[in-house]
């Protein structure tokens, strides 16, 4: 039952849910294409890391800054964090602590809302040659009706990589996190008494949970990934494999 005060909203909440599964090899064209993209990408990352440059200078000419500190501010703000996110896509912890003590000891406190939107917008581009090897390693994603009663679904990933290839190779990051996964662990997650990690599908399910549920149970849900030889994996694989790592 789909209550119909909610019924555009948690419509439009599944379509984006539906859109956030699609992650297969159309959506970034065929493999022969990846060095094409990557130029494009590297041109764009060029391209906003220019403007980055630009918005450092901007506030450092609006704001009133002790003379001295405008070179810190510059190298502390575009060219570390330049570094960094070439480097390793992501930004240092230190590097964070440093520059919030460095804002706290100005006054007034700049407007740092364009600056942040636009080195998220760097670091996002920074991890797309990852996500091109995802896709590219996915020819289809189904979501189908489980079996038995009930309204919960199983969502299908068809692969054309090996399990050693889904499993082992580290390809893909998000530019928040501090290492590469494999594709398996990216889509699947696993669980081990040294910890766990949410697999792609579990974090999409649980944003707008809510109003997702208007449309299918989000308990039990299976989430295979089917490799090229057509085998099942599913998270308690990824787990099982990771707690083998963990043991060595």
């Given at each position: 039952?789909?209550?119909?005060?909610?019924?555009?909203?948690?419509?439009?909440?599944l379509?984006?849910?539906?859109?956030?599964?699609d992650?297969?090899?159309?959506?970034?064209?065929?493999?022969n294409?990846?060095?094409?993209r990557?130029?494009?990408?590297?041109?764009?990352?060029?391209?906003?890391?220019?403007?980055?440059?630009?918005?450092?200078?901007?506030i450092?000419?609006?704001?009133?800054i002790e003379?001295?500190?405008?070179?810190?501010?510059?190298k502390?703000?575009?060219?570390?964090?330049?570094?960094?996110i070439?480097?390793?896509?992501?930004?240092?912890?230190?590097?964070?602590?440093?520059q919030?003590?460095?804002?706290?000891s100005?006054?007034?406190?700049?407007?740092m809302?364009?600056?942040?939107?636009l080195?998220?917008?760097?670091?996002?581009?920074?991890?797309?040659e990852?996500h091109?090897?995802?896709?590219?390693?996915?020819?289809?994603?189904?979501?189908?009706?489980k079996?038995g009663?009930?309204?919960?679904?199983?969502?299908?990933y068809?692969?054309n990589?090996?399990?050693?290839?889904?499993?082992?190779?580290?390809?893909?990051?998000?530019?928040?996190?501090?290492?590469?996964?494999?594709i398996?662990?990216?889509?699947l997650?696993?669980?081990?008494?040294?910890g766990?990690?949410?697999?792609?599908?579990?974090?999409?399910l649980?944003?707008?949970?809510?109003?997702?549920?208007e449309w299918?149970?989000?308990?039990?849900n299976?989430?295979?990934?089917?490799?090229?030889?057509?085998?099942?994996?599913?998270?308690?694989?990824?787990?099982?494999e990771?707690?083998?790592?963990e043991?060595?």
């Amino acid at each position: 039952f789909i209550r119909e005060d909610t019924f555009l909203l948690s419509l439009a909440i599944l379509l984006r849910f539906i859109d956030g599964l699609d992650i297969n090899k159309n959506r970034v064209g065929d493999v022969n294409e990846k060095e094409a993209r990557k130029e494009v990408i590297e041109k764009d990352l060029e391209f906003h890391f220019q403007r980055l440059k630009g918005e450092v200078d901007r506030i450092i000419y609006t704001t009133p800054i002790e003379r001295g500190k405008d070179e810190a501010f510059r190298k502390l703000f575009y060219e570390r964090v330049k570094e960094e996110i070439q480097k390793g896509h992501r930004i240092e912890k230190e590097t964070k602590e440093m520059q919030e003590s460095f804002l706290l000891s100005l006054s007034p406190y700049p407007k740092m809302e364009n600056y942040e939107l636009l080195k998220d917008h760097c670091l996002y581009l920074s991890v797309q040659e990852g996500h091109f090897d995802l896709h590219s390693a996915i020819d289809e994603v189904k979501i189908v009706h489980k079996p038995g009663v009930g309204n919960k679904i199983e969502i299908h990933y068809r692969s054309n990589k090996t399990k050693e290839d889904l499993l082992n190779k580290k390809v893909v990051k998000e530019y928040w996190e501090k290492e590469e996964k494999s594709i398996a662990v990216h889509l699947l997650g696993y669980e081990t008494p040294k910890g766990k990690e949410d697999g792609y599908v579990i974090k999409k399910l649980s944003l707008n949970r809510n109003l997702l549920e208007e449309w299918f149970s989000l308990d039990d849900n299976d989430i295979v990934l089917y490799t090229k030889e057509g085998k099942e994996l599913r998270k308690k694989d990824v787990s099982e494999e990771m707690a083998k790592k963990e043991r060595v």
